[in-house]
């Protein structure tokens, strides 16, 4: 299995509070992807990294930044939380000559 | 605008017959297409995938079937067993854009039944 931690794997917050969410690998790989998991949609990307201190949005960016000062690391920051960023948030990696990506365990964030 | 689409929500086979989940995309940039299987609390795992030069690609009792003129392909999975209960997503990507972004489905809910 690909080195891949998320933290927190939980966390319950109130409209309006920050929350920043962690992702952590130990593969070296290059690439790294936030994507959130909501029924009826399936898998859908929020930003993602090409280096450190590289990155871009995704299809659903809004109310959403990251930051990657280490290969290792990549964060997920939600400014204000809302209602409707309560989801599941996954991370990815990819890297070398292979275009899979590999997933960490997820974060369930639950916004009140 | 859903680019990639799994029209069955929900999928029950018997145990030992084959599991046949499909996929339909629209955007004809996509050149390599992947199956993930994720089970409940877990992240999705990778599975099998193809490339658009090919039409299928095999690994062990999973297959995965790619008609690129009609922009749909399948998963076979024979014989299905009760570990393969789990959602299944279908993924695509535009190899060319550099960063290997996939665009997901919604997901397939396959159980197996004894």
């Known amino acids: 299995d690909a080195g891949i931690t998320q933290s927190p794997r939980h966390k319950v917050t109130e409209t309006g509070t920050p929350v920043t969410l962690r992702c952590h690998q130990t593969e070296n790989h290059r690439y790294m992807y936030w994507y959130r998991q909501d029924p009826g949609h399936g898998l859908r990307l929020i930003h993602y990294?090409?280096?450190?201190?590289?990155?871009d949005k995704g299809e659903v960016s809004d109310g959403y930044s990251v930051s990657r000062s280490k290969t290792e690391d990549f964060l997920l920051t939600l400014e204000s939380a809302t209602s409707s960023q309560t989801s599941v948030y996954f991370c990815?990696?990819?890297?070398?000559?292979?275009?899979?990506?590999?997933f960490g365990p997820g974060t369930r964030l639950t916004v009140t | 605008d859903q680019q990639v689409k799994q029209n069955s929500p929900s999928l029950s086979v018997q145990e030992g017959r084959i599991s046949i989940l499909n996929c339909d995309y629209t955007n004809s940039m996509f050149d390599y297409f992947l199956w993930y299987k994720k089970y409940p609390a877990e992240g999705p795992t990778f599975l099998i995938s193809i490339s658009s030069i090919k039409d299928k690609n095999e690994d062990g009792r999973f297959t995965v079937f790619l008609n690129k003129s009609a922009k749909h392909l399948s998963l076979h999975i024979v014989p299905s067993q009760p570990g393969d209960s789990a959602v299944y997503f279908c993924a695509a990507s535009d190899t060319g854009q550099g960063a290997q972004k996939l665009v997901f489905g919604q997901g397939t809910r396959l159980t197996i039944n004894p």
């Open positions: 990294s090409y280096g450190v201190k590289d990155t």
């Open positions: 990815a990696i990819s890297g070398g000559s292979s275009y899979e990506q590999y």
